[in-house]
Protein backbone atom coordinates (compact mmCIF):
# COMPACT_ATOMS: atom_id res chain seq x y z
CA UNK A 1 0.00 0.00 0.00
CA UNK A 2 1.59 3.10 -1.16
CA UNK A 3 0.95 6.83 -0.53
CA UNK A 4 2.49 9.79 -1.92
CA UNK A 5 5.11 7.48 -2.91
CA UNK A 6 5.67 6.34 0.30
CA UNK A 7 4.90 2.22 1.65
CA UNK A 8 2.40 2.80 4.20
CA UNK A 9 1.36 -0.35 4.84
CA UNK A 10 1.98 -3.83 3.65
CA UNK A 11 1.22 -7.82 4.57
CA UNK A 12 0.96 -11.32 3.32
CA UNK A 13 -1.66 -13.76 4.54
CA UNK A 14 -0.21 -15.98 6.91
CA UNK A 15 -2.33 -18.97 6.95
CA UNK A 16 -5.91 -20.67 6.30
CA UNK A 17 -8.55 -18.30 8.42
CA UNK A 18 -6.16 -15.65 9.46
CA UNK A 19 -6.60 -11.93 8.11
CA UNK A 20 -5.95 -11.26 4.20
CA UNK A 21 -3.34 -9.44 3.20
CA UNK A 22 -5.48 -6.51 2.58
CA UNK A 23 -6.25 -6.71 6.44
CA UNK A 24 -3.29 -6.94 7.89
CA UNK A 25 -1.53 -4.01 5.64
CA UNK A 26 -5.08 -1.79 6.17
CA UNK A 27 -4.53 -2.14 9.91
CA UNK A 28 -0.92 -0.98 9.49
CA UNK A 29 -1.50 1.83 7.59
CA UNK A 30 -4.30 3.22 9.42
CA UNK A 31 -5.84 6.35 8.59
CA UNK A 32 -2.87 6.75 6.10
CA UNK A 33 -4.72 4.24 3.62
CA UNK A 34 -6.94 7.04 2.67
CA UNK A 35 -6.04 7.93 -0.97
CA UNK A 36 -3.57 5.39 -1.35
CA UNK A 37 -3.25 2.95 -3.72
CA UNK A 38 -2.63 -0.84 -3.27
CA UNK A 39 -0.97 -3.22 -4.26
CA UNK A 40 -1.97 -6.70 -4.79
CA UNK A 41 -1.51 -10.23 -6.67
CA UNK A 42 -4.74 -11.48 -6.25
CA UNK A 43 -8.23 -9.88 -6.76
CA UNK A 44 -9.96 -8.64 -3.39
CA UNK A 45 -12.22 -10.90 -2.20
CA UNK A 46 -15.91 -10.31 -2.12
CA UNK A 47 -17.68 -12.93 0.09
CA UNK A 48 -17.91 -13.64 3.87
CA UNK A 49 -15.39 -16.70 4.60
CA UNK A 50 -13.82 -17.08 7.82
CA UNK A 51 -12.95 -13.34 7.25
CA UNK A 52 -15.06 -10.51 6.03
CA UNK A 53 -14.84 -9.56 2.32
CA UNK A 54 -11.31 -7.58 1.83
CA UNK A 55 -13.16 -5.14 -0.86
CA UNK A 56 -15.30 -4.29 1.66
CA UNK A 57 -12.30 -3.41 3.79
CA UNK A 58 -10.70 -1.16 1.14
CA UNK A 59 -13.68 0.75 0.20
CA UNK A 60 -14.07 1.47 3.77
CA UNK A 61 -10.71 2.87 4.07
CA UNK A 62 -11.06 5.15 1.18
CA UNK A 63 -8.11 3.83 -0.70
CA UNK A 64 -8.06 5.42 -4.27
CA UNK A 65 -6.81 3.02 -6.54
CA UNK A 66 -6.24 -0.64 -6.69
CA UNK A 67 -3.73 -2.44 -8.85
CA UNK A 68 -4.12 -6.47 -9.01
CA UNK A 69 -1.76 -9.28 -10.71
CA UNK A 70 -4.96 -11.09 -11.80
CA UNK A 71 -8.81 -12.28 -10.56
CA UNK A 72 -9.66 -14.54 -7.82
CA UNK A 73 -11.15 -17.46 -9.58
CA UNK A 74 -13.39 -19.02 -6.32
CA UNK A 75 -16.73 -18.18 -7.94
CA UNK A 76 -17.19 -16.34 -4.66
CA UNK A 77 -15.46 -13.60 -5.57
CA UNK A 78 -14.52 -14.16 -9.64
CA UNK A 79 -14.57 -10.83 -10.43
CA UNK A 80 -17.06 -9.36 -7.82
CA UNK A 81 -14.61 -7.84 -6.00
CA UNK A 82 -13.59 -5.52 -9.01
CA UNK A 83 -16.89 -4.92 -9.64
CA UNK A 84 -17.75 -3.80 -6.20
CA UNK A 85 -14.51 -1.48 -5.84
CA UNK A 86 -15.09 0.17 -9.18
CA UNK A 87 -18.68 0.64 -7.93
CA UNK A 88 -17.70 2.54 -4.85
CA UNK A 89 -15.53 4.94 -7.53
CA UNK A 90 -11.75 2.87 -6.82
CA UNK A 91 -9.93 2.44 -9.43
CA UNK A 92 -8.94 -1.02 -10.06
CA UNK A 93 -6.43 -1.99 -12.66
CA UNK A 94 -5.78 -5.46 -13.33
CA UNK A 95 -3.17 -7.77 -15.38
CA UNK A 96 0.22 -6.42 -14.23
CA UNK A 97 3.19 -9.17 -13.87
CA UNK A 98 -0.36 -11.72 -13.79
CA UNK A 99 2.66 -14.60 -15.24
CA UNK A 100 4.27 -14.23 -12.05
CA UNK A 101 2.07 -13.68 -9.65
CA UNK A 102 -0.10 -16.61 -10.63
CA UNK A 103 3.45 -18.95 -10.45
CA UNK A 104 3.48 -17.13 -6.91
CA UNK A 105 -0.31 -18.14 -6.03
CA UNK A 106 0.40 -21.72 -7.71
CA UNK A 107 -0.98 -23.54 -4.41
CA UNK A 108 -3.90 -21.56 -4.20
CA UNK A 109 -4.98 -21.68 -8.16
CA UNK A 110 -4.35 -25.46 -8.45
CA UNK A 111 -7.44 -26.46 -7.15
CA UNK A 112 -9.62 -24.46 -9.21
CA UNK A 113 -7.60 -25.00 -12.47
CA UNK A 114 -7.07 -28.43 -12.34
CA UNK A 115 -9.67 -29.23 -9.53
CA UNK A 116 -6.62 -31.08 -7.33
CA UNK A 117 -3.97 -29.80 -5.15
CA UNK A 118 -0.98 -27.81 -6.34
CA UNK A 119 1.86 -30.88 -6.98
CA UNK A 120 5.65 -30.46 -6.58
CA UNK A 121 8.00 -33.37 -7.04
CA UNK A 122 11.01 -33.18 -5.59
CA UNK A 123 13.87 -35.26 -5.22
CA UNK A 124 18.15 -35.06 -4.66
CA UNK A 125 20.22 -36.89 -7.38
CA UNK A 126 23.72 -36.94 -8.31
CA UNK A 127 25.13 -35.21 -11.26
CA UNK A 128 24.39 -38.22 -13.39
CA UNK A 129 20.88 -38.89 -12.58
CA UNK A 130 20.92 -41.40 -9.25
CA UNK A 131 18.96 -41.02 -6.28
CA UNK A 132 21.04 -43.56 -4.16
CA UNK A 133 24.06 -45.82 -4.93
CA UNK A 134 23.81 -49.02 -6.19
CA UNK A 135 23.98 -50.60 -2.72
CA UNK A 136 21.36 -48.56 -1.67
CA UNK A 137 23.06 -45.51 -0.05
CA UNK A 138 21.16 -42.40 -0.20
CA UNK A 139 22.05 -40.27 2.79
CA UNK A 140 22.95 -38.11 1.90
CA UNK A 141 23.45 -37.02 -1.87
CA UNK A 142 22.90 -33.22 -1.01
CA UNK A 143 24.68 -31.08 1.05
CA UNK A 144 24.00 -29.17 4.03
CA UNK A 145 22.76 -26.72 2.27
CA UNK A 146 20.43 -28.51 0.00
CA UNK A 147 19.00 -30.07 2.90
CA UNK A 148 17.82 -26.80 4.62
CA UNK A 149 16.34 -26.08 0.80
CA UNK A 150 14.61 -29.41 0.78
CA UNK A 151 13.12 -28.27 4.29
CA UNK A 152 12.15 -25.11 3.43
CA UNK A 153 10.16 -26.59 0.40
CA UNK A 154 8.27 -28.71 3.25
CA UNK A 155 7.29 -25.69 4.86
CA UNK A 156 5.40 -24.13 1.42
CA UNK A 157 3.80 -27.57 1.23
CA UNK A 158 0.54 -28.68 3.35
CA UNK A 159 1.33 -31.93 2.86
CA UNK A 160 4.40 -34.64 1.83
CA UNK A 161 4.13 -37.77 0.10
CA UNK A 162 6.11 -41.24 -0.37
CA UNK A 163 5.25 -44.84 -1.44
CA UNK A 164 5.06 -47.38 0.79
CA UNK A 165 8.84 -48.45 -0.28
CA UNK A 166 10.71 -45.25 0.52
CA UNK A 167 8.53 -45.45 3.80
CA UNK A 168 9.70 -48.93 4.82
CA UNK A 169 13.05 -48.45 3.73
CA UNK A 170 14.35 -45.28 5.11
CA UNK A 171 11.43 -44.98 7.96
CA UNK A 172 10.98 -40.98 7.65
CA UNK A 173 9.68 -38.75 9.93
CA UNK A 174 8.47 -36.17 7.39
CA UNK A 175 8.04 -33.72 9.81
CA UNK A 176 8.52 -29.75 9.59
CA UNK A 177 12.20 -28.81 11.36
CA UNK A 178 12.25 -25.16 10.51
CA UNK A 179 10.22 -23.74 13.83
CA UNK A 180 7.92 -22.09 11.41
CA UNK A 181 4.65 -21.08 12.42
CA UNK A 182 2.47 -23.04 9.96
CA UNK A 183 2.16 -26.57 12.01
CA UNK A 184 2.44 -30.13 11.72
CA UNK A 185 2.50 -31.09 7.93
CA UNK A 186 -0.05 -33.55 6.60
CA UNK A 187 2.14 -37.20 5.88
CA UNK A 188 0.55 -39.45 2.89
CA UNK A 189 1.83 -43.02 2.51
CA UNK A 190 0.40 -44.71 -1.01
CA UNK A 191 0.43 -47.93 0.75
CA UNK A 192 -1.80 -50.65 -1.29
CA UNK A 193 -1.15 -53.52 1.08
CA UNK A 194 -0.64 -51.36 4.43
CA UNK A 195 2.45 -52.71 4.59
CA UNK A 196 3.67 -49.85 6.95
CA UNK A 197 4.48 -50.87 10.11
CA UNK A 198 2.96 -49.07 13.74
CA UNK A 199 6.12 -48.92 14.54
CA UNK A 200 6.97 -46.21 12.21
CA UNK A 201 8.95 -43.13 13.61
CA UNK A 202 6.30 -40.81 11.25
CA UNK A 203 3.72 -41.84 13.92
CA UNK A 204 5.62 -40.85 16.82
CA UNK A 205 5.59 -37.39 15.21
CA UNK A 206 2.71 -34.82 15.85
CA UNK A 207 0.37 -34.47 12.94
CA UNK A 208 -1.74 -36.66 10.78
CA UNK A 209 -0.73 -39.85 8.80
CA UNK A 210 -3.06 -40.32 6.12
CA UNK A 211 -2.44 -44.07 4.29
CA UNK A 212 -4.12 -44.84 1.22
CA UNK A 213 -4.75 -48.55 0.35
CA UNK A 214 -6.30 -51.30 -1.93
CA UNK A 215 -10.20 -51.73 -0.48
CA UNK A 216 -8.91 -55.16 0.26
CA UNK A 217 -6.41 -54.63 2.59
CA UNK A 218 -5.86 -56.49 5.93
CA UNK A 219 -8.45 -55.37 8.33
CA UNK A 220 -6.13 -56.23 10.82
CA UNK A 221 -3.31 -53.84 9.55
CA UNK A 222 -5.95 -51.44 9.08
CA UNK A 223 -6.83 -51.41 12.85
CA UNK A 224 -3.26 -51.56 14.24
CA UNK A 225 -2.33 -48.99 12.07
CA UNK A 226 -5.30 -47.09 13.57
CA UNK A 227 -4.23 -48.21 16.83
CA UNK A 228 -1.20 -46.20 16.39
CA UNK A 229 -2.51 -42.64 15.25
CA UNK A 230 -2.52 -43.38 11.45
CA UNK A 231 -5.79 -43.27 9.29
CA UNK A 232 -6.18 -45.59 6.69
CA UNK A 233 -7.98 -44.66 3.49
CA UNK A 234 -9.55 -47.27 1.23
CA UNK A 235 -9.40 -45.81 -2.61
CA UNK A 236 -10.86 -46.45 -5.24
CA UNK A 237 -9.89 -45.18 -9.10
CA UNK A 238 -11.74 -41.84 -10.26
CA UNK A 239 -11.28 -43.40 -13.87
CA UNK A 240 -9.90 -46.32 -14.93
CA UNK A 241 -6.51 -46.03 -17.00
CA UNK A 242 -3.51 -47.89 -18.19
CA UNK A 243 -1.53 -49.15 -14.97
CA UNK A 244 1.61 -47.28 -14.60
CA UNK A 245 4.46 -49.76 -13.65
CA UNK A 246 6.24 -49.15 -10.17
CA UNK A 247 8.90 -50.95 -8.66
CA UNK A 248 8.55 -49.24 -5.06
CA UNK A 249 5.07 -50.94 -3.75
CA UNK A 250 3.35 -48.03 -3.14
CA UNK A 251 -0.29 -47.16 -5.23
CA UNK A 252 1.01 -47.44 -8.45
CA UNK A 253 2.83 -50.49 -7.87
CA UNK A 254 0.39 -52.18 -9.71
CA UNK A 255 -2.56 -49.20 -10.01
CA UNK A 256 -3.44 -46.44 -12.02
CA UNK A 257 -3.51 -42.77 -12.51
CA UNK A 258 -6.88 -43.04 -11.32
CA UNK A 259 -6.07 -43.80 -8.06
CA UNK A 260 -3.56 -41.13 -8.56
CA UNK A 261 -6.13 -38.60 -9.14
CA UNK A 262 -8.58 -40.58 -6.36
CA UNK A 263 -5.74 -39.83 -3.51
CA UNK A 264 -5.64 -35.79 -4.69
CA UNK A 265 -9.49 -35.71 -4.59
CA UNK A 266 -9.83 -36.88 -0.76
CA UNK A 267 -6.63 -34.58 -0.18
CA UNK A 268 -8.11 -31.73 -1.70
CA UNK A 269 -11.35 -32.34 0.33
CA UNK A 270 -9.98 -33.07 3.42
CA UNK A 271 -8.30 -28.89 3.12
CA UNK A 272 -5.34 -29.75 1.19
CA UNK A 273 -4.09 -27.20 -1.37
CA UNK A 274 -0.46 -28.22 -1.76
CA UNK A 275 1.23 -31.98 -2.08
CA UNK A 276 5.38 -32.20 -2.23
CA UNK A 277 6.33 -35.63 -3.31
CA UNK A 278 9.42 -36.86 -2.26
CA UNK A 279 9.74 -40.56 -2.90
CA UNK A 280 10.69 -42.85 -4.21
CA UNK A 281 11.05 -43.32 -7.87
CA UNK A 282 8.33 -45.67 -8.46
CA UNK A 283 5.94 -42.97 -7.45
CA UNK A 284 7.37 -39.73 -9.41
CA UNK A 285 7.42 -41.82 -12.08
CA UNK A 286 3.59 -42.83 -11.80
CA UNK A 287 2.63 -38.99 -11.03
CA UNK A 288 4.95 -37.52 -14.32
CA UNK A 289 2.67 -40.65 -16.25
CA UNK A 290 -0.35 -39.68 -15.53
CA UNK A 291 0.49 -36.07 -15.90
CA UNK A 292 -0.48 -35.14 -12.19
CA UNK A 293 2.07 -32.41 -11.06
CA UNK A 294 2.93 -28.67 -11.56
CA UNK A 295 6.35 -28.01 -10.32
CA UNK A 296 10.03 -30.24 -10.22
CA UNK A 297 12.33 -29.15 -8.03
CA UNK A 298 15.62 -30.95 -8.02
CA UNK A 299 18.99 -31.08 -5.72
CA UNK A 300 21.77 -31.61 -8.11
CA UNK A 301 25.03 -32.82 -6.57
CA UNK A 302 28.46 -32.63 -7.83
CA UNK A 303 28.55 -36.88 -7.56
CA UNK A 304 29.32 -39.05 -9.91
CA UNK A 305 27.72 -42.20 -8.40
CA UNK A 306 27.69 -44.53 -11.65
CA UNK A 307 26.59 -48.33 -11.62
CA UNK A 308 23.68 -49.21 -13.97
CA UNK A 309 22.01 -50.84 -11.41
CA UNK A 310 21.59 -47.47 -9.58
CA UNK A 311 18.06 -46.24 -9.21
CA UNK A 312 17.54 -42.94 -10.90
CA UNK A 313 14.82 -40.45 -9.96
CA UNK A 314 11.72 -41.71 -12.25
CA UNK A 315 10.69 -45.06 -12.37
CA UNK A 316 8.15 -46.86 -14.19
CA UNK A 317 8.43 -47.57 -18.20
CA UNK A 318 9.09 -43.91 -19.29
CA UNK A 319 9.05 -42.27 -22.65
CA UNK A 320 9.57 -44.22 -25.43
CA UNK A 321 10.52 -41.54 -27.98
CA UNK A 322 12.05 -38.56 -27.35
CA UNK A 323 8.97 -36.49 -28.72
CA UNK A 324 6.85 -38.59 -26.25
CA UNK A 325 9.07 -36.87 -22.91
CA UNK A 326 7.60 -34.19 -20.71
CA UNK A 327 9.17 -31.09 -21.11
CA UNK A 328 9.62 -28.29 -18.20
CA UNK A 329 9.11 -24.71 -18.72
CA UNK A 330 10.35 -21.92 -16.42
CA UNK A 331 13.47 -23.34 -15.48
CA UNK A 332 15.64 -21.96 -12.80
CA UNK A 333 18.77 -22.92 -11.47
CA UNK A 334 20.53 -21.23 -8.57
CA UNK A 335 23.19 -22.78 -6.21
CA UNK A 336 22.50 -23.93 -2.46
CA UNK A 337 26.37 -24.66 -0.62
CA UNK A 338 27.91 -27.13 -3.65
CA UNK A 339 24.75 -28.08 -5.24
CA UNK A 340 22.37 -26.85 -8.13
CA UNK A 341 18.81 -26.37 -7.17
CA UNK A 342 16.64 -26.84 -10.45
CA UNK A 343 12.90 -25.97 -10.76
CA UNK A 344 10.61 -25.77 -13.62
CA UNK A 345 7.22 -26.37 -14.36
CA UNK A 346 5.09 -28.79 -16.24
CA UNK A 347 5.03 -27.63 -19.69
CA UNK A 348 1.55 -25.49 -20.55
CA UNK A 349 0.65 -25.55 -16.38
CA UNK A 350 1.22 -21.48 -16.35
CA UNK A 351 -1.14 -21.58 -19.30
CA UNK A 352 -3.73 -23.47 -17.64
CA UNK A 353 -3.21 -21.32 -14.48
CA UNK A 354 -3.56 -17.92 -16.40
CA UNK A 355 -6.61 -19.21 -17.97
CA UNK A 356 -7.91 -19.66 -14.91
CA UNK A 357 -7.61 -16.47 -13.57
CA UNK A 358 -8.95 -14.77 -17.08
CA UNK A 359 -11.28 -12.02 -16.72
CA UNK A 360 -10.91 -8.33 -15.62
Known amino acids: ?17 EAHAEAVALERAGERARGATVYVTLEPCAHHGNTPPCADALIAAGVRRVVACHRDPDP ?40 RPAVTLKWAMSLDGKIATAGGESQWISSSEGRRWALLE ?19 RLDRRLGRARGPIVRVVLD ?31 AALEAAGAT ?17 GGVGASGTAGELRSVLADLLARGVRSVLVEGGAGVAGAFVAAGLYDRVAVDCAPLLLGGAS ?34 GLRDGCLQDLLRSVDGS
Not at 236 to 241: C, D, R, S, T
Open 192 to 222: RRLRLTPEARMLGVEGPVLVYAAPGADPARR
Open 1 to 17: MVSDGEVVGEGYHRRYG
Open 232 to 248: PISIEPIEPVAAVADGI
Open 154 to 172: REAHDAILVGSGTALADDP
Open 76 to 115: RTAGAGFERLRAAGVEVVVGELAAEAALLNLCFLAPHAFG
Open 310 to 343: APGPLGGTGAAHLDEAPRLDRLDVRRRGRDLILT
